[in-house]
T-cell receptor, first 117, second 113 residues
Framework: EPEVTQTPSHQVTQMGQEVILRCVPI?????FYWYRQILGQKVEFLVS????????KCEIFDDQFSVERPDGSNFTLKIRSTKLEDSAMYFCASTPQGARASYNEQFFGPGTRLTVL | AQSVTQLGSHVSVSEGALVLLRCNYS??????LFWYVQYPNQGLQLLLKYTTGATLVKGINGFEAEFKKSETSFHLTKPSAHMSDAAEYFC???????????FGDGTTLTVKP
């Protein structure tokens, strides 16, 4: 069964460093998302991406984050200058349909645990 | 803005007992609602979803949920808990414009032998 994959599973970085988290969505999916879950808190939406551009983003997105789909398979999240509070699980997700995407299940990857020291 | 509220951050039941995890939504228009499960060190897996039609929705692993507009609720139930049901459960409402989901705070289910 196709699944969303994410690498690395765990990343440790120093505060102020740039980090790139990688995701391979399911191949025929059209919408892509990044969410994060700070330990003990709810899953928080970061960004959605469709047709090679951002569809929606959270308020803080532009301050720290960027996304790219550099080729036909990868979808990356870059954190420009990590802060301690960026320590969290980062989940990538994808949805099969372009139209009415919200009615469809978002398929989530296993997550990358980012630890900022 | 839409929001999803899960009552009870921790629920503990005995094996074989009824599981009830509560979710309330705030949308003024009929929402679409999902329940996800997150096992330790894993991603989010869809348990079930309500879009249109039947208000009682059956999902995987014996779970079901009932959409009640009058109560703005979408509570998750399972008649008999198994040890393997121990996990964190999230209720979520997708945003119809962008497809993103708004998640509740999550409920950790513990199943005692």
């Amino acid at each position: 069964e196709p699944e969303v994959t994410q690498t690395p599973s765990h990343q440790v970085t120093q505060m102020g460093q740039e980090v790139i988290l990688r995701c391979v969505p399911i191949s025929n999916h059209l919408y892509f998302y990044w969410y994060r879950q700070i330990l003990g808190q709810k899953v928080e939406f970061l960004v959605s991406f469709y047709n090679n551009e951002i569809s929606e983003k959270c308020e803080i997105f532009d301050d720290q984050f960027s996304v790219e789909r550099p080729d036909g398979s990868n979808f990356t999240l870059k954190i420009r200058s990590t802060k301690l509070e960026d320590s969290a699980m980062y989940f990538c997700a994808s949805t099969p349909q372009g139209a009415r995407a919200s009615y469809n299940e978002q398929f989530f990857g296993p997550g990358t645990r980012l630890t900022v020291l | 803005a839409q929001s999803v509220t899960q009552l009870g951050s921790h629920v503990s039941v005995s094996e074989g007992a009824l599981v009830l995890l509560r979710c309330n939504y705030s949308s003024s228009v009929p929402p679409y609602l999902f329940w996800y499960v997150q096992y330790p060190n894993q991603g989010l897996q869809l348990l079930l979803k309500y879009t249109t039609g039947a208000t009682l929705v059956k999902g995987i692993n014996g779970f079901e949920a009932e959409f009640k507009k009058s109560e703005t609720s979408f509570h998750l139930t399972k008649p008999s808990a198994h040890m393997s049901d121990a996990a964190e459960y999230f209720c979520a409402e997708p945003n119809t414009n962008a497809g993103k989901s708004t998640f509740g705070d999550g409920t950790t289910l513990t199943v005692k032998p």
